[in-house]
């Protein structure tokens, strides 16, 4: 079930009902056997798949603790990861990497050689659940968390619902002892839940949807052959797209996880507004970002080493975080462009005793706003390989730039365009000078409810397209 849609928010009411009138144990019981239902509501065939990975993670976990002095806590180690691995690379990667194969074979003059291809359908979530219980697996390792002594609460760990299919990407340490204490009703808290699923809501209905017409015209060229309008066009609409799209879901995650007593680290921290691109990629999906960071990067050997060394890091990470997005060469390159820019970055902005040194704000107006708008522009751009459904296409859309030529329809498009981009603009900028998690988080019940109100109209008269899917889902 979809978080904007109807039957969602009738499930989130059963849930919450009936949750906060049962005990302790009786909670997560109930939030288990909703999470399996909800899961199973995409697709039953693949419980069985994720409750498998989750039962055999709770068992080797005991034997990877750091307690364990038989020598053979590395070695399940490798096992768990071999295990979680390739039942993702099999899922989500088999048909991708078959195919190309056979494409090079055809490129090689071998048009004939058939392969027994199956086409395997992606399981949801399930690029979310491997890394969660990678994430696990690791800190047990490490002894950054002790083993789960509840297969119970380790289950619901991997399956609750408001993550389980597109994130927030959880931590052990941060999510496993919530489920395991009491979680008493709190009125303020469970208000800001209220609050963030309205702000997703509009994120996701209003702008996402809206600025996805744009997107898909400018891409399908339905706005005319590629030039530097319809580029424009295209990737300026597809980045807000994409933003509200998943910082909606985000929010609206967040808010569900809220409304049953349980915080969510925050997963966008306006990443429109960063001065340079590691600043962005600290503030864009910041739990994939810091997973890759804590579970790639610094086992790769990070930034402690020589500076092509860091160089290389920073690109084998940047190049498998575009792969995780999607089985598609266009991914691949997407990621080697963000990892080019920052180690390009790292030479031209050498970090300075601690790396966050590396993205201190500019000094001036103008110089911190220059930096602003030339980072957006940048990612902008690189979306187009994003979005593209072939790397041809991607290049075809982007060679059009030279081309100047003006068509009444395009400001009409930018016209639209700015009417849903720039009041998310608006509210990044407030939620950035108030600090929080999402605008007048700190203003009085009255003013919040009247700006809930005021959402409930905006969704009413300005919901796009409801056939747009949040991105996500797919990967």
Not at 103 to 108: F, I, K, R
Not at 291 to 296: E, H, V
Request: aromatic fraction near 18%.
């Amino acid at each position: 079930m979809l978080f904007d849609t109807p039957v969602y928010f009738v499930f989130l009411i059963l849930v919450a009902l009936l949750y906060w009138r049962l005990g302790h144990k009786s909670q997560r019981a109930l939030l288990l056997a909703a999470s399996y239902f909800f899961y199973a509501w995409w697709d039953w065939r693949f419980l069985a798949l994720m409750v498998g990975a989750t039962t055999a993670d709770f068992f080797i976990a005991p034997k990877v603790a750091p307690e364990r002095k038989d020598g053979s806590r590395k070695r399940w180690l490798i096992f768990s990861l071999v295990l979680n691995f390739a039942i993702l690379g099999v899922f989500k990667y088999f048909n991708f990497f078959a195919g190309s194969f056979v494409g090079a074979l055809s490129q090689l003059g071998l048009h004939h050689v058939s392969l027994p291809l199956i086409n395997i359908i992606l399981p949801p979530g399930i690029s979310f659940y491997t890394f969660e219980e990678v994430a696990y697996i690791v800190d047990v390792y490490k002894g950054r968390v002790a083993p789960a002594k509840s297969f119970f609460d380790y289950a619901l760990f991997i399956s609750f619902f408001p993550h389980l299919i597109a994130g927030p990407i959880q931590r052990p340490g941060g999510l496993l002892p919530q489920i395991a204490s009491k979680r008493p009703l709190d009125p303020d808290f469970f208000f800001d839940g209220l609050m963030l699923i309205f702000s997703g809501l509009i994120r996701k209905c209003v702008v996402a949807d809206n600025c996805a017409l744009l997107a898909n015209a400018a891409f399908s060229g339905q706005l005319g052959p590629p030039n530097f309008w319809v580029v424009l066009i295209g990737v300026y609409a597809f980045a807000w797209q994409v933003y509200g799209d998943f910082s909606g879901y985000s929010d609206i995650a967040r808010g569900s996880a809220q409304l049953l007593g349980f915080h969510f680290v925050v997963n966008f921290r306006q990443p429109y507004l960063a001065n340079r691109l590691q600043d962005f990629w600290r503030r864009w999906h910041i739990t994939l970002s810091t997973w890759l960071r804590d579970y790639l990067y610094i086992p790769l050997g990070g930034s402690a080493g020589s500076k092509w060394a860091t160089s290389r890091n920073l690109m084998i990470t940047l190049v498998l975080a575009g792969l995780w997005h999607g089985a598609n060469w266009t991914y691949v390159v997407f990621g080697a462009i963000q990892g080019a820019i920052l180690i390009v970055e790292r030479f031209i902005f050498p970090p300075k005793g601690k790396e966050k040194a590396a993205v201190s704000p500019p000094s001036g107006f103008f110089a911190l706003w220059g930096q602003r708008i030339l980072t957006f522009n940048i990612f902008c751009l690189s979306l187009a390989f994003f979005r593209a459904t072939s790397l041809r296409s991607a290049i075809e859309l982007l060679a059009g730039v030279t081309n100047f030529t003006w068509r009444a329809e395009y400001a009409s498009a930018f016209f639209m365009l700015a009417a849903f981009a720039v009041p998310l603009f608006v509210a990044d900028l407030l939620q950035e000078a108030q600090n929080t998690e999402y605008p007048f988080a700190k203003a009085p019940y009255a003013l919040r409810a009247t700006l809930a109100a005021a959402g409930f109209v905006a969704l009413a008269l300005l919901s796009g397209s409801n056939l747009n899917a949040f991105i996500y889902f797919q990967f």
